[in-house]
Nanobody, 127 residues
């Protein structure tokens, strides 16, 4: 069984920081990737970042480059997303997902099934 849980969302002021965590179980260590996605109200889900569990290589959407950092903790099968310099447009429900690769599309990732996705955590950036 695959189980994915994200946590750490909340309310933060513009310019502030927040760290999200994704815990995955039921997987072979180092044999998968973890992607972060977000979906703002009324908008399509979009990719935020991806990290290869095998070597720690990271990839980011242009909208978050230089502000967000994703990292892995192999011992605990967890991945963090450190979000800095947050903007109101970062407000969304954030999801993590177990992926077969960092190159796949959002639609492909969603088609993997609910077992490979976390439940989502709300991030609200507002003064």
């Amino acid at each position: 069984q695959v189980h994915v849980v994200e946590s750490g969302g909340g309310l933060v002021q513009p310019g502030g920081s927040l760290t999200l965590s994704c815990a995955a179980s039921g997987l072979t260590p180092d044999k998968y990737e973890i992607g972060w996605f977000r979906q703002a109200s009324g908008k399509e889900r979009e990719g935020v970042s991806c990290i290869r569990m095998s070597n720690g290589d990271t990839y980011y959407a242009d909208s978050v480059k230089g502000r967000f950092t994703t990292s892995r903790d192999l011992a605990n099968n967890t991945v963090n997303l450190q979000m800095n310099s947050l903007k109101p447009e970062d407000t969304a429900v954030y999801y993590c997902a177990v992926l077969p690769g960092c190159e796949i599309t959002v639609k492909h990732a969603m088609a993997l099934g609910d077992d490979y996705w976390g439940q989502g955590t709300q991030v609200t950036v507002s003064s």
